[in-house]
C-alpha cells in the first residue's frame, strides 16, 4: 500500500514530460526591414508598423537594414520614440558595403539597441536644414543645430556611445567611416557584419542594454529569419514621395492640363494632367516644399501666358522659362542630400514652356482666323437684291444660293449688290457693295 502513491507520482510525472514534449515550441523570431530612400512618413509608418509586427509575434529582434542620404527630422523622431518602447530590442544595420546613413540616418543609428555598420560604409553629417529648405539665418540655425545636436547626445548617452563625436555630427556635419565609428573611445557602433546572417550570427547570445537599463540577452541561432516589405499602398507612396518624382508628376500634370486648354474635348490630357498633378500635390504635402520655389514657378507660368498676349519680342517667354527653371531648382532642394539634377529640371522646364508657348500660339491664331461655318461666315459677304426695298424696310436678297430677310438704311433697286455688315437671327443687315468686290454673289 506504501507503494501506490510512489506509482502514482511517477505516472503523473511521465504524463507531464509527455505534455510537454508533444506540446508544439513556437520558433524564434528575426523581423528585417529595409529602408533604402529618404526619411519621410510613408517609411516611418512602414518601420513602426514592423516593430508593431515584432511585438504582436514575440519576435526575438527587430534588424533594420538602412541605406539613406537623410530625411525629415519629425518622421526620424517619430521612428526613434516607437524604437525606445520595442519590445523586442531594434538593430540598425547600414549596409551593404558602400551604404551610407547620413543625417537622418545617422540620428536612427545612434538611437538603435545595437548599432552595426558594413565594411566600406559611413554615417554622420546630420546638420539640420529648414524644413522648407529655404536657408536659415545665423541665429534660427545655430538654434536648429543645438536642439538636433542635444537630442543625439541624450540618444547617445542613454546608449552609452560616443557623446563628443555623435555632437559633431551634427554641430560640424561630420561623417564617419564603419572603421572610425568601431575604433572611436567610446565607439559610435557596436559591432561591424558583413550583411545579415552574420549579423545575427555574432548577436547570438548577445547581452543587449535596452534604453530603460534593463538587460535583454538575445538568441537569434536557428531563428526563423521574417522579412517585412511595405505593403502595396506604401510602395506606391513611398515613390512617389520623392523629390525628383515629385517634380515630374509636377511638370507631365502641367503639360496634360495645357493641352487640354488649348484643344477643349480631347480629354484623355486632362484627366492624364489632373491625376498627376494630384498625385504631385500629394507627395509636397509629405515633402517640405520650399514656397519661394513654388511662387518662382506660377511666376514663370504668368510670364508665358503673357508671352501669348503681349508683343515682347520673346523677352517674357525666355524670363518665364527661366524663372520656371530657377522655381524648380530652389522648390526641390528640400531634403539634405536629396535634390533633383539639373539633367531632370532643364529638359522638363524648357520642354514644359515650349509646349506651352507652341499650342498658345496655335490656339491664338485659330481663334483671330474668320469664322468658316455657320451664320457668321455671311459677314463681308455679297448678296443682291431680290426686289425694291425702301430704307428701313425688311426685303429679300440672293446669297450663296439662298433667299435671306435682309434690311438697310438707304434704298435698294432689285439687283443692287449688297454687302451683309451683320447678322440678327434671321435677319441680314446690308448696305450698298462695290460690284468689284473678290468676293462675289452666288
Not at 23 to 45: F, K, L, M, N, Y
Not at 298 to 303: D, K, N, P
Amino acid at each position: 500500500m506504501t507503494r501506490l502513491p510512489l506509482v502514482a507520482a511517477a505516472v503523473a510525472l511521465c504524463c507531464l514530460v509527455q505534455s510537454a514534449w508533444a506540446q508544439p515550441t513556437t520558433p524564434r523570431q528575426v523581423i528585417v526591414t529595409e529602408i533604402d530612400g529618404i526619411i519621410q512618413p510613408i517609411t516611418a509608418e512602414y518601420f513602426i508598423d514592423a516593430i508593431d509586427a515584432a511585438d504582436t509575434s514575440d519576435a526575438e529582434l527587430v534588424v533594420l537594414v538602412l541605406r539613406t542620404p537623410g530625411g525629415l527630422l519629425d518622421s526620424t523622431r517619430s521612428m526613434v520614440s516607437r524604437m525606445i518602447t520595442s519590445r523586442a530590442p531594434v538593430v540598425v544595420f547600414v549596409g551593404p558595403s558602400g551604404a551610407r546613413a547620413a543625417s537622418a540616418g545617422f540620428i536612427l543609428l545612434i538611437a538603435a539597441d545595437v548599432a552595426a555598420m558594413a565594411p566600406a560604409t559611413h554615417a554622420g553629417a546630420a546638420h539640420p536644414v529648414s524644413g522648407s529648405g529655404e536657408k536659415m539665418d545665423d541665429t534660427t540655425s545655430q538654434k536648429a543645430a543645438s536642439d538636433a545636436a542635444a537630442y543625439v547626445r541624450t540618444l547617445a548617452e542613454a546608449r552609452g556611445r560616443n557623446v563628443p563625436l555623435a555632437a559633431e555630427a551634427v554641430l560640424q556635419s561630420r561623417a564617419f567611416t564603419d572603421r572610425e565609428s568601431l575604433d572611436a573611445m567610446p565607439a559610435l557602433v557596436d559591432l561591424s557584419a558583413k550583411n545579415v546572417d552574420d549579423l545575427l550570427m555574432q548577436l547570438d547570445g548577445r547581452t543587449i542594454k535596452r534604453f530603460d537599463g534593463r538587460m535583454t540577452t538575445v538568441h537569434t541561432r536557428g531563428a526563423e529569419v521574417r522579412r517585412l516589405d511595405m505593403t502595396r499602398r506604401q510602395t506606391f507612396l513611398s515613390a512617389i514621395a520623392h523629390p525628383q518624382v515629385s517634380y515630374i508628376l509636377m511638370t507631365l500634370g502641367l503639360l496634360g492640363l495645357t493641352v487640354e486648354l488649348w484643344n477643349p474635348g480631347l480629354i484623355a490630357p486632362g484627366v492624364a494632367g489632373g491625376v498627376c498633378l494630384l498625385l504631385a500635390f500629394f507627395a509636397f504635402q509629405i515633402l517640405p516644399v520650399n514656397m519661394a520655389g513654388l511662387l518662382l514657378v506660377v511666376f514663370g507660368i504668368a510670364l508665358l501666358i503673357l508671352e501669348l498676349k503681349v508683343p515682347s519680342f520673346g523677352a517674357l517667354g525666355v524670363g518665364g522659362a527661366v524663372s520656371l527653371i530657377l522655381g524648380s531648382v530652389m522648390m526641390t532642394d528640400v531634403v539634405p542630400g536629396v535634390r533633383v539634377g539639373l539633367g531632370v529640371i532643364l529638359p522638363a522646364a524648357i520642354g514644359f514652356a515650349a509646349v506651352f508657348l507652341f499650342l498658345g500660339r496655335l490656339a491664338l491664331t485659330a481663334q483671330m482666323r474668320p469664322a468658316v461655318t455657320g451664320v457668321q461666315t455671311l459677314v463681308g459677304q455679297i448678296a443682291r437684291v431680290r426686289a425694291p426695298t425702301a430704307p428701313g424696310e425688311p426685303g429679300f436678297v440672293d446669297i450663296r444660293g439662298e433667299i435671306w430677310r435682309a434690311v438697310s438704311s438707304v434704298a435698294l433697286p432689285a439687283g443692287t449688290p449688297v454687302r451683309v455688315l451683320r447678322v440678327d437671327g434671321l435677319t441680314l443687315t446690308v448696305e450698298p457693295a462695290d460690284l468689284t468686290s473678290p468676293k462675289g454673289a452666288d
